[in-house]
């Protein structure tokens, strides 16, 4: 019976996913071990289970003929093949988001780019307005003080 039995180290043990570690060899509500699985509810059932849940139930089979060729069966290869191209997919996408984000830094650094430049062109613009506004307020200023002298000399004269 275990000529195709194949043992398994402790590490590789160790390292099984956390949902298989849990699987139960015996029944939680007997406390004995699993030997027919019943295809009507999906489950695996100890003798005492069959005379108490499964007594009307049809289609009852030893689980090891359930379980004896899983390795090699179809699903098995269909979900090798189905991880295999799942990681491939996987690859592709971590790929893709790191293309994404290198897009995206490249993108940050031109429009801050934009930004620096753009505020440079608007406080040279703002610079030239204000020296022109301060021009024409000195200018004006002038005109209008040189005015108010004649004036006030003009008065000055008559009195």
Same mark, same amino acid.
């Given at each position: 019976?275990? %000529?195709?039995?194949?043992?398994?180290?402790?590490? =590789?043990?160790?390292?099984?996913?956390?949902?298989?570690?849990? #699987?139960?060899?015996?029944?939680?509500d007997?406390?004995?071990?699993?030997?027919?699985?019943?295809?009507?509810?999906?489950? !695996?059932?100890?003798?005492?289970?069959?005379?108490?849940?499964?007594?009307?139930?049809?289609?009852?089979?030893?689980?090891?003929?359930?379980?004896?060729?899983? %390795?090699?069966? !179809?699903?098995?290869? %269909?979900?090798?093949?189905?991880l295999?191209?799942?990681?491939? $997919?996987?690859?592709? #996408?971590?790929?893709?988001?790191?293309?994404?984000?290198? !897009?995206?830094?490249?993108?940050?650094?031109? !429009?801050?780019?934009?930004?620096?430049?753009?505020?440079?062109?608007?406080?040279?613009?703002?610079?030239?307005?204000?020296?022109?506004?301060? $021009? =024409? #307020?000195?200018?004006?200023?002038?005109?209008?003080?040189e005015?108010?002298?004649?004036?006030?000399?003009?008065?000055? $004269?008559? $009195?």
């Amino acid at each position: 019976m275990s %000529k195709h039995h194949k043992v398994m180290s402790i590490h =590789d043990y160790q390292n099984l996913p956390e949902y298989m570690l849990n #699987i139960k060899n015996n029944c939680e509500d007997h406390d004995l071990k699993y030997e027919l699985f019943c295809s009507f509810h999906d489950c !695996a059932c100890c003798m005492k289970c069959i005379k108490d849940k499964h007594d009307n139930c049809k289609g009852l089979v030893p689980l090891g003929d359930v379980v004896g060729n899983i %390795k090699s069966s !179809a699903f098995v290869s %269909k979900v090798e093949t189905d991880l295999v191209n799942l990681l491939e $997919n996987l690859k592709t #996408i971590k790929l893709f988001f790191s293309e994404n984000l290198s !897009a995206l830094e490249k993108q940050k650094t031109e !429009a801050i780019t934009r930004v620096h430049t753009m505020r440079r062109s608007i406080n040279y613009h703002l610079d030239k307005l204000e020296e022109s506004l301060l $021009n =024409d #307020i000195s200018s004006e200023f002038s005109k209008l003080q040189e005015t108010i002298g004649n004036l006030k000399r003009e008065i000055d $004269n008559k $009195n």
